[in-house]
Structures are given as structure tokens and as C-alpha cells.
């Protein structure tokens, strides 16, 4: 595999729209997505009151407003940036991927994990939120985001109301709040739309890095390796153990798992970032996303994580990113991440796990009409308010009348 492409080059080639189509096809994706986004902060608004009357009935319809989200960047992505994905795992994920006969994924994760990933782009959550979706979890990721997201107008308003957590990175300042959100996601509900055990689903999605993949950022970890005396990555950057530390100890007791994706995206070689090839423009606008989107997973049960000292996790998790920076020299190597294809025994009379080896699917939903609930509540309101102006005018008749 070459190591050093010309400067100019791109790894999905030349633009395919040109100027007025790109204009064309910003302008159409920000009216679906800035009308979609307003839809669900108007749902959002429509159950706000539920705070106040039953917190379950609340947090239940939070979760359904974070589907039709999850829902909506899953089509713009299909629509606009159609890119295959191909996923592989270890041994560890054995039984939990397999593809559908019309060539859809489905994971069979459990409904209540820690996810961690190394971070190439600035969409990478997407691709992520997409998994969720596959694993009928999209109404239930949280993410871990920078505070000043949280100022976004209707996409900060709209996160906040999804639950996600939002720090400042000053460690003094942030432990108190973030405590207080993990053991809300950790306290016990009886809605539509709670666990087993009563435990709300959740999918805690923690970027270790920090920031994602740039010249700045290896930098950083350049230094970080530096000053400890250690050696640095080629492929990803020094984790930071601290947030993940903190999440694993408040979440021990109500989250088995704590699952791992690696990403690397197609195109993207020695020296160059993901992030600079991969933007919002020639992804979206341009006709150039990633020819593909490469996942390997693999999980740890967090009862055999030293959680507990942190100097050991602290040497347990760069081991593991280590690995990470291995998996992903293989994929540039070979193109793909590896696989696993084996069987286990049968047990107690289950079926055997088979692993999937590499599954090749695409962005999509399960059905086009999937995308109508984005409005449907909307609409409801709308119908309502349209019935009860109706009551209304009759009444002023009747009224006229006598």
C-alpha cells in the first residue's frame, strides 16, 4: 500500500456535483435537517410538562424524542452520503453481529454498556449512533460532549434534554456535576420505556482521546509520551484515563460490559487525518464520503478491569489502546481489520456462537417509512390544536346564535 499519495488527492477521487448541484443539495440537506431538528425540539417541548407530573413518562419520552434523532442522521447519511460499512469483532463479541437476509446489520448488544472508541473525525459519532440503531438502542446513547455544545441554539437545547453530559475539561469543576449524572443513569425507573431491573437503557459513549485525530492532536500526545517517558502511537493518540476511570467505578454496579470499537475509514494513509479528507462539505455536499467505514469490536467485562487502583488502569487501558494502534497498523496493511469466524460449543443446550467474520452493510433504515416518525408527534399536536380551534368556533356560534 503506497504511503505518500499526491498532495491534492482525494481517497473518494474528484467532486462528483458541481457548484450549483453542492449549493443544491446544502440547501436540501439543511432544510431536512435544521426542519427535522425543530420537529423534535417542538415533540421535546410537548412533553417537557411530563417532568413535573410523572419523571418516568418523561425520561420515556426523551428517549423516543433521541430515536427520532437517531433516525434522522441515520437518513441524512443514506440520502446524502451513502458509504459502506463494514464491521468485523473478536472473540468477545462472538453471536452478537450478524447480517439480515436484505443485507442489513444487526448487533445484539446488551442495553446497558460503556462504549469507547478511538476518534478520526468529527462524525464519527454518527456512524456510532447508527450501531445503536441496529441494536434498537438509538433512543439511549449518551454522549460525554464539550460544555460549549451545550450553547448551540435547538441543538444544545435539544442534547441537554437528551441527557448528555457536558464538561468543561477542568477536572475540579466537573467531577461533582458528572457524578451526579451517572448515578442518574444509574437510578431505577418503571416507565414505557425502562430495562430489566428497572434500569433505564443506556449507552454511554466516552471518546478516551479526548478530541479526535489532527495535526494538533498528535502533537499533544507527542508531548503527553514525552514527559511520561513512554512511547507514543502511530495510528491514534494517548488515552486519557480519568473520565473513563471515573465512569467505570460509578457504573460497576448496574453495567456488565464496557465495549470497544475501533474505526478507521478507507482512504486515509500514513500521515494524513481523516479529518482533513472527510469534512462536513466534500461528505455531504461534494459526493466524496468515505468509500467505506471499517469497525472492529471487541469487549471487556468491567469486573476483570482494575477499576479499582489507578495507576494499574491507567497502564491497562494504554495496553489497550496498544492494541488499537495494532489493529489499525493491520487494517493499513491489509485493508481490512481482522475477523473472527470461529464456533464455540453449545451450552446447556444453546445454540452455538458463530462468529460473523466480515459483514458488509450500508447506512440505512429498515424501512423508508421509518423516517415519518420524526413528525408524527408534531402532527398529532397539530391535529388536536386543529380540533379544538374547530370546538371553538362552533362554540363562538352558538354563542353568536343566541
Same mark, same amino acid.
Given at each position: 500500500?503506497?504511503?505518500?499519495?499526491?498532495?491534492?488527492?482525494?481517497?473518494?477521487?474528484?467532486?462528483?456535483?458541481?457548484?450549483? @448541484?453542492?449549493?443544491?443539495?446544502?440547501? *436540501?440537506?439543511?432544510?431536512?435537517?435544521?426542519?427535522?431538528?425543530?420537529?423534535?425540539?417542538?415533540?421535546?417541548?410537548?412533553?417537557?410538562?411530563?417532568?413535573?407530573?410523572?419523571?418516568?413518562?418523561?425520561? $420515556?419520552?426523551?428517549?423516543?424524542?433521541?430515536?427520532?434523532?437517531?433516525?434522522?442522521?441515520?437518513?441524512?447519511?443514506?440520502?446524502?452520503?451513502?458509504?459502506?460499512?463494514?464491521?468485523?469483532?473478536?472473540?468477545?463479541?462472538?453471536?452478537?453481529?450478524?447480517?439480515? %437476509?436484505?443485507?442489513?446489520?444487526?448487533?445484539?448488544?446488551?442495553?446497558?454498556?460503556?462504549?469507547?472508541?478511538?476518534?478520526?473525525?468529527?462524525?464519527?459519532?454518527?456512524?456510532?449512533?447508527?450501531?445503536?440503531?441496529?441494536?434498537?438502542?438509538?433512543?439511549?446513547?449518551?454522549?460525554?460532549?464539550?460544555?460549549?455544545?451545550?450553547?448551540?441554539?435547538?441543538?444544545?437545547?435539544?442534547?441537554?434534554?437528551?441527557?448528555?453530559?457536558?464538561?468543561?475539561?477542568?477536572?475540579?469543576?466537573?467531577? &461533582?456535576?458528572?457524578?451526579?449524572? +451517572?448515578?442518574?443513569?444509574?437510578?431505577?425507573?418503571?416507565?414505557?420505556?425502562?430495562? @430489566?431491573?428497572?434500569?433505564?437503557?443506556?449507552?454511554?459513549?466516552?471518546?478516551? %482521546?479526548?478530541?479526535?485525530?489532527? !495535526?494538533?492532536?498528535?502533537?499533544?500526545?507527542?508531548?503527553?509520551?514525552?514527559?511520561?517517558?513512554?512511547? !507514543?502511537?502511530?495510528?491514534?493518540?494517548?488515552?486519557?484515563?480519568?473520565?473513563? +476511570? /471515573?465512569?467505570?467505578? &460509578?457504573?460497576?454496579?448496574?453495567?456488565?460490559?464496557?465495549?470497544?470499537?475501533?474505526? $478507521?475509514?478507507?482512504?486515509? #494513509?500514513?500521515?494524513?487525518?481523516?479529518?482533513?479528507?472527510?469534512? *462536513?462539505?466534500?461528505?455531504?455536499?461534494?459526493?466524496?464520503?468515505?468509500?467505506?467505514?471499517?469497525?472492529?469490536?471487541?469487549?471487556?467485562?468491567?469486573?476483570?478491569?482494575?477499576?479499582?487502583? %489507578?495507576?494499574?488502569?491507567?497502564?491497562?487501558?494504554?495496553?489497550?489502546?496498544?492494541?488499537?494502534?495494532?489493529?489499525?497498523?493491520?487494517? +493499513?496493511?491489509?485493508?481490512?481489520?481482522?475477523?473472527?469466524?470461529?464456533?464455540?460449543? $453449545?451450552?446447556?443446550?444453546?445454540?452455538?456462537?458463530?462468529?460473523?467474520?466480515?459483514? &458488509?452493510?450500508?447506512?440505512?433504515?429498515?424501512?423508508?417509512?421509518?423516517?415519518?416518525?420524526? #413528525?408524527?408527534?408534531? $402532527?398529532?399536536?397539530? +391535529?388536536?390544536?386543529?380540533?379544538?380551534?374547530? /370546538?371553538?368556533?362552533?362554540?363562538?356560534?352558538?354563542?353568536?346564535?343566541?
Amino acid at each position: 500500500m503506497a504511503d505518500s499519495p499526491p498532495a491534492d488527492a482525494h481517497p473518494s477521487g474528484n467532486a462528483k456535483h458541481g457548484k450549483w @448541484t453542492q449549493a443544491l443539495r446544502m440547501l *436540501l440537506f439543511f432544510v431536512y435537517f435544521n426542519g427535522g431538528c425543530i420537529a423534535i425540539s417542538i415533540t421535546q417541548a410537548i412533553g417537557a410538562p411530563l417532568y413535573f407530573y410523572s419523571r418516568d413518562y418523561f425520561y $420515556a419520552w426523551m428517549a423516543m424524542t433521541k430515536q427520532q434523532f437517531g433516525m434522522l442522521v441515520t437518513t441524512m447519511t443514506h440520502w446524502w452520503a451513502p458509504v459502506k460499512i463494514r464491521v468485523s469483532g473478536d472473540e468477545s463479541v462472538r453471536g452478537q453481529l450478524r447480517q439480515t %437476509e436484505d443485507g442489513r446489520l444487526e448487533c445484539d448488544f446488551p442495553e446497558r454498556l460503556v462504549l469507547i472508541a478511538n476518534h478520526q473525525i468529527y462524525t464519527d459519532w454518527i456512524y456510532l449512533w447508527w450501531i445503536a440503531y441496529t441494536s434498537k438502542m438509538h433512543g439511549h446513547l449518551y454522549i460525554i460532549l464539550k460544555e460549549s455544545i451545550k450553547y448551540i441554539p435547538v441543538l444544545g437545547t435539544g442534547m441537554m434534554f437528551y441527557g448528555f453530559i457536558f464538561l468543561s475539561r477542568k477536572w475540579a469543576k466537573d467531577k &461533582e456535576r458528572f457524578q451526579y449524572r +451517572l448515578r442518574k443513569l444509574s437510578a431505577s425507573h418503571q416507565g414505557p420505556m425502562s430495562g @430489566t431491573a428497572f434500569l433505564d437503557p443506556m449507552w454511554l459513549l466516552i471518546f478516551p %482521546e479526548g478530541t479526535n485525530l489532527s !495535526d494538533n492532536g498528535r502533537a499533544g500526545s507527542k508531548k503527553w509520551a514525552d514527559k511520561n517517558n513512554i512511547e !507514543d502511537l502511530r495510528h491514534a493518540m494517548l488515552p486519557r484515563s480519568t473520565g473513563l +476511570l /471515573f465512569c467505570l467505578q &460509578e457504573l460497576e454496579k448496574t453495567v456488565g460490559y464496557m465495549y470497544d470499537c475501533t474505526v $478507521a475509514y478507507e482512504g486515509v #494513509l500514513r500521515g494524513q487525518y481523516g479529518q482533513d479528507l472527510f469534512t *462536513l462539505r466534500s461528505t455531504y455536499f461534494e459526493g466524496r464520503p468515505p468509500k467505506s467505514v471499517n469497525m472492529h469490536w471487541r469487549r471487556f467485562a468491567i469486573k476483570d478491569i482494575p477499576t479499582h487502583d %489507578e495507576k494499574v488502569f491507567v497502564d491497562w487501558l494504554l495496553a489497550r489502546w496498544r492494541e488499537k494502534d495494532d489493529l489499525l497498523e493491520y487494517y +493499513l496493511e491489509n485493508g481490512r481489520f481482522p475477523a473472527d469466524s470461529g464456533t464455540s460449543p $453449545a451450552v446447556n443446550g444453546a445454540k452455538p456462537l458463530k462468529g460473523a467474520g466480515w459483514i &458488509e452493510t450500508d447506512v440505512r433504515p429498515k424501512s423508508p417509512l421509518e423516517v415519518l416518525q420524526i #413528525l408524527v408527534p408534531v $402532527a398529532a399536536l397539530a +391535529l388536536v390544536i386543529n380540533v379544538l380551534l374547530k /370546538f371553538w368556533n362552533v362554540f363562538l356560534r352558538v354563542l353568536h346564535l343566541r
